[in-house]
């Protein structure tokens, strides 16, 4: 297996290094402080059709692979910048892509490719639900050609900042259907036709990630925002979530890469006791550690990445690629944290910043609990622990 990067996919990296280094430090740490949205940034990358890349030519897009888009994630975190802001747009898609109507996909892809549409909010989890997704309640009615909605969602990231909103609900009740699982049904929500029947309530939270909890009153969908079959959204949510797992594992690979990056430098500029404090075991051996722990998850994302592409089952690639990613750069995080000594607590480094935001992925969009009892349960063949 050849894992260098084709000529193609290097030019890809290094533009997308390009315009995220007109995003310097000063401007994430600008808009951390000020908690508001990457506006500036997400429509370069719009400009540049970075976030286009899964989208298939015909529809405007680049048609390429998730090996591809992974590079594009990466590489947005190894610059210190932060792909949550946009990466949504690549997975959420995905379920439009795979199981939309042919009307469906003429209607909204194009414009999506474009950047006249985003698509960059996904409502799924549920208050009382939690990891449980058979649990939710949100209900789809059928009233006359379509359906009204009503239920309440929690940690629905980025919704003021899209047009168009994935979000699941039930069309049957749990206590009416054979498999916990069954009876739920994407739809694909315009929210700017949706008004006041989609209540937003920003929640606060460690990091500048725009989440909310959404309150659905009597929300009207026409048929046609369907997407799938009625009863097997569940199905067509999995389906996408293998991507979702992958592209998160590459955003943690890049913050794992950024951290190391910064912990060289420092290591090597830093002097104490009249020699640099890397030429101290105790701290290149973390250093090393952590750049050999990223190398390892890189390598399990590549080739969950690569049979994704293929067409081959990727669940347990997918989610032991999440895990390992974002173990990697938390163990990246904190080395680089104890490598900078008090400075690393100082705004004006970085380095608190990317601690936080690379925090978040040892619990989103999947703890890592539920990856581990995943392959006990799914590849070892243990018993069901949950």
């Known amino acids: 297996m050849d894992f260098d990067l084709t000529a193609d996919q290097q030019r890809y990296r290094e533009a997308v290094s390009a315009v995220c280094a007109k995003f310097p430090e000063p401007y994430w740490q600008r808009l951390d402080r000020e908690r508001r949205y990457p506006e500036e940034f ?65 209607r909204y892809l194009p414009d999506i490719a474009a950047g006249r549409l985003r698509l960059q909010s996904m409502a799924v989890t549920e208050p009382e639900a939690g990891s449980d997704t058979a649990r939710i309640t949100t209900f789809a009615a059928r009233d006359g050609d379509g359906y009204r909605l009503n239920g309440q969602k929690v940690f629905t990231s980025r919704v003021q900042h899209s047009d168009l909103l994935l979000l699941l609900a039930r069309t049957r009740r749990a206590e009416d259907v054979t498999r916990r699982t069954d009876g739920m049904s994407l739809f694909l929500v315009d929210v700017r036709e949706a008004g006041d029947a989609i209540e937003v309530r920003p929640m606060e939270t460690m990091v ?27 199905a067509h949510l999995l389906d996408g979530l293998n991507a979702e797992r992958i592209l998160i594992a590459s955003e943690s690979i890049g913050d794992a890469r950024w951290f190391v990056d910064r912990a060289v430098k420092h290591a090597q500029d830093r002097v104490v006791f009249g020699r640099p404090i890397g030429a101290n075991q105790g701290v290149q051996f973390p250093i090393a550690r952590a750049h050999m722990h990223a190398q390892a998850a890189s390598l399990v994302r590549w080739r969950a990445a690569s049979l994704f592409d293929a067409g081959r089952p990727a669940g347990a690639e997918a989610n032991t690629a999440k895990l390992l990613a974002s173990e990697a750069a938390w163990e990246a995080a904190e080395m680089a944290m104890t490598v900078h000594g008090g400075s690393g607590m100082a705004v004006e480094m970085g380095i608190e910043r990317k601690f936080r935001e690379a925090r978040l992925y040892l619990v989103a969009p999947v703890t890592n609990n539920l990856v581990t009892a995943y392959v006990a349960e799914h590849v070892l063949g243990l018993p069901r622990s949950y």
């Open 208 to 234: 500048n990630h725009e989440t909310n909890a959404l309150f659905i009153r009597d929300l009207r969908l026409d048929a046609g925002s369907l997407i799938g079959r009625e009863g097997e959204g569940f």
């Open 42 to 106: 997400v429509r370069a990358l719009t400009d540049g059709g970075w976030l286009s890349v899964l989208i298939p030519a015909e529809y405007g897009g680049a048609g390429l692979g998730l090996v591809d888009a992974c590079l594009v994630l990466e590489e947005i975190n190894a610059s210190g910048g932060n792909a949550a802001a946009c990466h949504a747009q690549m997975y959420t898609m995905g379920a439009l892509l795979r199981h939309g109507t042919a009307a469906q996909k003429r």
